[in-house]
C-alpha cells in the first residue's frame, strides 16, 4: 500500500480535514462530523473532495480515501484502519429526494455492495437541524436481530472552516490525537 498512516490532532482538524478540491456537495453534507457514540474505534468523518451524482442522489464515500476518516490512535484503531485499506470500504449514501432528510448507506467491501437482507444502515436528518448538523445512523442487522453500532453524526466543522458549538463537546470525550490515510507516498 503506497498510503501513508499519519498521526493527526483533532483539535486543529479544521486546518487538515478540509475541501481539496470544489465538487457539488450539497451544503447538508459539507464540513466535519463526529461519530458520536460510535463503538467503533473511529472519530469523524468529511464527505468533502467527493463528487455528488446530482441525478441519483448518491454520494460514494471511500473510507481509505486520503483524509476522509479519522481512527483511534489505537491497537483497535490501527486494525479497523488496516482492513478498511485492504477491502477498499466504502459507502454508498443514496438519498430518498430531493429533501436530502432519509438517506441509505449501503456498505460496499471490494466493490461489491453489501445486501440489505444482511445490513441495512440509514442516515436521517434530525428535524430540528435542517442545516445538516444533526444526523441519526441506525442500524438493522439480519432483518432486525440486532440494532448494534448506532450513533449521531454532530457537525463539528461547519463548510465555512468555523468549529461549531459540538467540537469543543467532542473534544472532552475523545482522545486528540487520531490516525488517518494520508496522501500517497509516491
Known sequence: MAELIEKKQLNNIAIWMIPIK???????????????GNPLPDTCITMYNLEWDIQNRTLLLPIFAPLQWTFHDSIAGWILLRLIQWFQVSYKIQFEDETLQQAQVIPVFLGISVSK??????????????????????????????????????????????????????????????????????
Open 22 to 36: 470544489e465538487t457539488n456537495l450539497p451544503f447538508v453534507l459539507k464540513g466535519v462530523f463526529f461519530m458520536d
Open 117 to 186: 437482507s444482511i445490513v441495512s444502515f440509514t442516515m436521517s436528518q434530525d428535524k430540528n437541524s435542517l442545516n445538516g448538523d444533526i444526523w441519526h445512523r441506525k442500524n438493522v442487522w439480519f432483518g432486525g436481530l440486532s440494532r448494534a453500532g448506532e450513533y449521531t453524526l454532530r457537525k463539528v466543522v461547519d463548510k465555512d472552516g468555523c468549529y461549531t458549538p459540538a467540537f469543543n463537546d467532542m473534544l472532552t470525550r475523545v482522545q486528540n490525537e487520531c490516525l488517518v490515510i494520508g496522501h500517497d507516498s509516491n
